[in-house]
């Protein structure tokens, strides 16, 4: 099994008009050549001095806390961004149930991102050059602080803008098995975490909610952003394990183990999700992820926070399969996920004349859900 990713360059032009910072909350002073460079402690920066200055604001927002974690200096990013690339899973085996599976793969062929200010056209869908040079996907004040003995927290602050465009992905076909026939192409139209006024005014009259969102300190026109956070945890745990076997010894090794925990929080609208093929489209429009808040405990939800991932724990283990095998697995604990999801529009051909009618999730939660992913 083995996956390859293709990446197209850009032209002269396009990186002249691409740009990305990444810091440490630190500046360097120019000097001639002939000097010394020295290095500059300065202020932080705008950006640094908001996003550390509002953080029991972001834990409001959240649910997380950066607290207990003995986090060193960070790093904070901007992007303005644009990929081409191939994506693709092999299975060498392919069904093999009777010793005879012939090698099958999934295949993303023409996975495209960027940020595309009308809506994407049937003509996009299918280019190889879906996006112009200047149409670049913007994530704005990345932050990621790691701890040195555990992991790291990230939060990232703005995809997008405030006027709704955001982060385009284009898939051009998904092939299934071979590569002789696809199967349709993929497009997620404008990812953002900006939650505009607009669209939940219109989540509110079609399905009778109430809702706000989160004030997100900035007096932002239009809207909220809600940031998306992370702390990803590592720990080691140290087992017995008794499947050595020597001539006349049975030993019992030390096991060191890695589990690794997230904790994450989102809430994320997307103008469509929708699985394209021959010119027709089946998605969802107007999709947003999120979790309804009861501010103030009367028992019906008034203000839109972040979904929550909490305390989920992933790690290899041994395992028992179907069949009776005993096989190395990956095993995800307590895939705990507690959000509500809000569909305009689920529709056939024209989210306006095609829909087939709108879709409200609320309190989905999956707390106590295990997966083992294993071989077979």
Do not use: C
Request: charged share 20%; glycine share 10%.
């Amino acid at each position: 099994m083995f996956s390859f990713a293709q990446l197209q360059p850009l032209d002269d032009e396009a990186l002249q008009r691409s740009h990305g910072f990444m810091g440490s909350h630190i500046q360097f002073e120019a000097k001639p050549m002939d000097k010394p460079l020295t290095l500059i402690k300065a202020p932080k920066t705008q950006a640094v001095a908001q996003y550390q200055g509002k953080s029991q604001l972001f834990d409001a927002l959240t649910g997380l806390s950066k607290d207990g974690l003995s986090l060193t200096q960070g790093i904070e990013i901007d992007l303005d961004i644009q990929a081409s690339l191939d994506m693709q899973w092999q299975d060498s085996d392919g069904l093999n149930t009777d010793g005879n599976g012939e090698a099958g793969s999934l295949t993303l062929s023409g996975l495209h991102l960027g940020s595309h200010k009308a809506g994407i056209t049937q003509e996009m869908m299918n280019s190889d050059r879906p996006f112009l040079d200047s149409e670049l996907a913007v994530i704005n004040n990345l932050f990621i602080d790691f701890d040195s003995q555990q992991g790291m927290f990230i939060t990232i602050e703005e995809i997008g803008d405030r006027f709704g465009n955001g982060l385009d992905i284009i898939v051009n076909d998904v092939y299934l098995g071979n590569e002789q026939a696809s199967a349709g192409g993929l497009l997620i139209e404008n990812l953002s975490n900006f939650i505009q006024d607009e669209d939940v005014n219109v989540m509110n009259q079609t399905f009778g909610l109430n809702l706000a969102t989160l004030n997100d300190g900035k007096n932002t026109a239009g809207g909220n952003w809600l940031p998306i956070n992370a702390i990803v945890l590592t720990e080691e745990n140290q087992t017995q394990d008794t499947s050595v076997n020597l001539p006349n010894i049975d030993l019992g090794l030390p096991n060191i183990t890695t589990t690794t925990t997230i904790d994450a929080s989102f809430a994320i609208h997307i103008d469509k999700l929708a699985w394209v093929d021959d010119g027709g489209e089946f998605g969802i429009a107007g999709l947003m992820i999120y979790d309804g808040l009861d501010t103030n405990n009367d028992g019906i939800d008034d203000t839109i926070g972040p979904a929550k991932l909490t305390q989920m724990k992933i790690e290899t283990i041994d395992h028992i399969a179907h069949d009776g095998a005993q096989v190395r697995a990956l095993y995800i604990e307590n895939l705990d996920f507690k959000a509500d999801i809000s569909m305009q529009s689920i529709y056939v051909g024209n989210p306006q004349t095609g829909s087939l009618g709108s879709l409200h999730i609320q309190g989905l939660d999956t707390a106590g859900t295990s997966v083992w992913i294993y071989g077979h």
